[in-house]
């Protein structure tokens, strides 16, 4: 079954978001095969508009009440991007809950009215017939503050959770990607480690919460799914299904099955065989395999990259990411990039392209249905080279990204050339040298924008194919799930196989 990549809640300006539809649509088109767009609909139990509160009680309505003036033309639009085999279009809009936690609802069925409700089962309940889920989403703040509920929740009607987002990760309180959103911390009660210690079973989904039209934008939450076609119903069927998985941006391509059953499955057995395939985008640092939450296998990442040292001078294959960005500019730098190999193949790209980093509404923000058109796409790709134009910004803090960047799979040996050109400026390297270290250069004497192309990783480094048994049955359900962090931070979270008794 092949791996498909999509965003199921991202927003834009057809609620409190900004850019336009048909732009975010483009946008998931270039980097994803499937994507749902989510407006803000509705908040039951909203704060009152107290001292203070004005403005955000305000733009939440007004959003609100955008949507609902809109909804037709959402319907249409989203609908008309839908084209099996090519990319694929979900319907969906979030309904907020200081009570039961932020929820987005997910349909494949294009008649999907607007509709209102005290929870998420009154809101499914109100749209049945349809086929519809609801997926709860930023887990992790405080219970009763639009947190997760794992009192109320049920797995027949979300069988999907978020666990990764703009927001950060609900995963635990001890996961990377702590939440610093001005909704505040997360709390280890509404986790998904929470969920999962009640035994509750839902697959794992990342998607962006993007709010300036930009779905898939790399770093903040994709999801992958096992599905059999690039069709509405092929992809709703694996996530009901649970065969899914979610990713921080990377596309990090896992297989994890037990007795070849795939992640989500729900079985019985009492000789468990585990294998565990994965195929990363950057060097692997370390991958755990989970048992009831507690660590039961570690593939140790600096033992993958010892292995690789005595075998990198053979040919073989390499994964080199070219990234661009750095600089002053906030409103955006446009480049114009390409990548050639010489005396080897360019066997695969890969785009990490990010959109405007906004996750809310601000007073000085206004929306311009155009700010989420930045350009980003390949231009053209042969097996001897890529080129792509894409947008950059000024990062927005020292320790927070706003690059653009390509990863490129070579196929060679230390001797094959990498001839890397941006706007003017130019990197010449040889994969060898790129094993030893990384390559930069500037476009401008000083405070300029930037070119780094980023040390080679052998495949060795970035793949793991391991078996395992397990024949010791510990409790009525024992959940197994596992986790993949990269070295340059990204990582992925695989949804949990759950043996019963
Ligand atoms: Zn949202």
């Known amino acids: 079954m092949p791996l498909y990549w999509g965003d199921l809640h991202n927003h834009c300006g057809i609620s409190y978001g900004f850019g336009g539809l048909e732009n975010a649509l ?56 839908n084209v099996p085999g090519e990319f694929v279009t979900f319907q969906g809009y979030e309904a907020h809950s200081s009570k039961y936690g932020d929820h987005h609802f997910l349909s494949p069925d294009d008649d999907f009215p607007l509709v209102e409700g005290e929870s998420p089962a009154a809101i499914v309940e109100k749209l049945a017939p349809r086929r519809v889920i609801a997926v709860p989403h930023h887990v992790g703040y405080t219970p009763g ?26 995963m635990s309180d001890q996961s990377p990607f702590p939440y610093y959103h001005d909704m505040g911390p997360r709390d280890s009660r509404s986790s998904v480690y929470a969920a999962l210690a009640r035994k509750l079973r839902f697959g794992f989904v990342g998607s962006t919460d993007h709010h300036a039209g930009y779905p898939g934008s790399y770093g903040d939450g994709r999801l992958a799914v096992l599905a059999d076609a690039k069709t509405r119903e092929s992809i709703w069927e694996a ?66 990259a010892g292995q690789s040292s005595g075998v990198s001078q053979t040919a073989g294959k390499y994964k080199v990411k070219v990234e661009l960005g750095w600089g002053n500019n906030k409103a955006g730098f446009e480049w114009d990039a390409i990548a050639e190999v010489r005396g080897g193949k360019l066997a695969a790209v890969e785009t990490c392209f990010r959109g405007r980093s906004i996750l809310a509404p601000t007073p000085e923000l206004r929306d311009d249905p155009t700010m989420n058109a930045l350009g980003n796409r390949i231009v053209s790709q042969s097996d001897q080279a890529v080129a792509w134009s894409c947008m950059s910004f000024k990062n927005p803090t020292t320790l927070h990204p706003h690059t653009a960047a390509v ?50 990783i052998p495949q060795q480094a970035y793949t793991v194919s391991e078996v395992w048994t397990d024949t010791l049955a510990e409790s009525e359900c024992d959940v197994y799930h596992a986790e993949i962090k990269q070295v340059n931070g990204q990582c992925a979270w695989i949804s949990p196989i759950y043996v019963l008794a």
């Open 239 to 304: 996530i009901l299904a649970r065969r899914t998985y979610a990713v921080t941006g990377d596309k990090i391509e896992c297989k994890f099955t037990m007795n070849g059953l795939p992640m989500g499955s729900e079985t019985t057995a009492s000789q468990r065989r585990f294998e565990l395939n994965v195929t990363a985008c950057d060097q692997i640092d370390k991958i755990v395999v989970y048992k009831n939450l507690r660590p039961w296998k570690v593939v140790n990442g600096e033992l993958l």
């Open 407 to 456: 990863i490129l799979e070579v196929e060679g040996d230390v001797g094959t050339e990498l001839h890397i050109k941006a706007n003017g400026a130019e990197i010449k390297t040889t994969v060898g040298e790129l094993l030893g270290g990384n390559r930069t250069v500037h476009l401008q004497p000083y405070n300029s924008e930037a070119i780094m192309v980023h040390r080679a």
């Open 145 to 170: 503050y639009r947190g997760g509920n794992w009192d109320r929740f049920s797995a027949a009607i979300s069988p999907i959770v978020e666990v990764y987002s703009k927001h950060g990760s609900g």
């Open 26 to 81: 483009q946008a998931a088109k270039g980097q994803l095969d499937f994507c749902a767009i989510i407006g803000h609909a509705s908040w039951y139990d909203i704060p009152a508009r107290t001292e203070g509160l004005e403005y955000l009680v305000d733009f939440h309505k007004e959003g609100f009440a955008k949507l609902r003036n809109h909804w037709d033309y959402v319907l249409e639009t989203v609908k008309s991007f």
